[in-house]
């Protein structure tokens, strides 16, 4: 069976989804954020991961920091695509492709739970039968 391919803009959406778990007290802008994260080209994909991972524990200031750092980046990274384009268009092409990795790492963290938990579920059932 062929796996379904799933499409930069289904990440968009699932990656949107986890960042919007963000602390009540944060403020944001989390459709401008995805779009500051996603096409970060200095970030590799663990650390995006990382970033939206530790999205719920952020603070206001930590938040307005990251997007202040991200359109920083945005900018310098235009300025250098008038003197390298070619390079800034690798990068871009590679940040694409890292963005559907993306979504490949956080497949796998799932699989691997539910995996997990059917190993326990197991046990406690060998236990149950035990008496333990």
Do not use: C
Request: hydrophobic letters at 40%; aromatic letters at 6%.
């Amino acid at each position: 069976m062929e796996e379904k391919k799933i499409s930069e803009q289904d990440v968009d959406t699932i990656i949107l989804n986890l960042i919007k778990l963000h602390s009540a007290e944060v403020e944001m802008d989390e459709s401008n954020f995805l779009d500051l994260l996603k096409f970060s080209l200095s970030l590799n994909t663990m650390e995006k991961k990382r970033v939206v991972d530790a999205i719920s524990n952020l603070s206001q200031f930590q938040i307005d920091e990251l997007m202040k750092v991200f359109s920083e980046e945005r900018i310098k990274f235009k300025d250098l695509a008038k003197e390298h384009p070619e390079d800034i268009k690798k990068l871009v092409v590679k940040q694409q492709a890292e963005w559907i990795e993306l979504w490949d790492l956080y497949k796998a963290e799932q699989e691997n739970k539910s995996i997990e938990q059917e190993n326990q579920d197991k046990i406690d059932d060998i236990k149950a039968w035990l008496g333990l």
